[in-house]
């Protein structure tokens, strides 16, 4: 069984800076893809940045510049370092993998519970 477990959300001032945190757990033999997307309310769930085994990070184009994605593959743990956060921001963000499980033929998408971002103006 594999985990997802988002962390680091808060309510900050605008301009301010947040970090979050994911770490996938369990029995895992293989991390493809790691990202974080955010849904606001009323608003579809949007792909805020990612970064695939062995490539290099993607930023959907109003993040760019401010937000910045890393991973540390041996502990399966993937961070979100959020700067000149704008009210726009506002969202619950979920940290999202695509894992092979060990005795599992074929990848599979875990989510984790996501954590709220509030940026007040």
């Known amino acids: 069984q594999v985990q997802l477990v988002d962390a680091g959300g808060g309510l900050v001032q605008a301009g301010g800076s947040l970090r979050l945190s994911c770490a996938a757990s369990g029995s895992i033999s293989t991390v493809h893809f790691m990202g974080w997307y955010r849904q606001a309310p009323g608003k579809q769930r949007e792909l805020v940045a990612a970064v695939p085994s062995g490539g290099s990070p993607t930023y959907t184009e109003s993040v760019k510049g401010r937000f910045s994605i890393s991973r540390e593959s041996a502990r399966n743990t993937m961070y979100l370092q959020m700067n000149s956060l704008k009210p726009e921001d506002t969202a619950v963000y979920y940290c999202?993998?695509?894992?092979?499980?060990?005795?599992?033929?074929?990848?599979?998408?875990?989510w984790g519970q996501g954590t709220q971002v509030t940026v007040s103006s």
């Open positions: 999202n993998a695509l894992i092979t499980p060990i005795g599992v033929i074929g990848p599979v998408t875990y």
